[in-house]
Nanobody
């Protein structure tokens, strides 16, 4: 079992930045693919970004490409989502997820463990 704890959400003005963190509880199990997804009320969960912990490959949704970056800190077993140039449409609950595979995917049902989510609100 892998426990994931997100932090770093909050309220920010449009054009601002936030950095989300996702700390994994178990070093061995955490060394696979990590993804960030988001959900707004009335919508399905949406892929945002993912990183392969071992391979270092990354992938982003078209809506955040060029504005968000994803990175990992091996020593801290933590994955970060740096969000710049935030827009009101980025407002959502953001979730990190762990997949027991080195290959990243954009499908949420490919991920095995999920965090509790952190709210990001971007005001116009």
């Amino acid at each position: 079992q892998v426990q994931l704890v997100e932090s770093g959400g909050g309220l920010v003005q449009a054009g601002g930045s936030l950095r989300l963190s996702c700390a994994a509880s178990r070093r061995t199990s955490s060394r696979y693919a990590m993804g960030w997804f988001r959900r707004t009320p009335g919508k399905e969960r949406e892929f945002v970004a993912a990183i392969s912990w071992i391979l270092g490959t990354t992938q982003f949704s078209d809506s955040v490409k060029g504005r968000f970056t994803i990175s990992r800190d091996n020593a801290k077993d933590t994955v970060y989502l740096q969000m710049n140039s935030l827009k009101p449409e980025d407002t959502a609950v953001y979730y990190c997820a762990n997949r027991r595979s080195m290959v990243i995917t954009t499908a949420d049902n490919d991920y095995d463990y999920w965090g509790q989510g952190t709210q990001v609100t971007v005001s116009s």
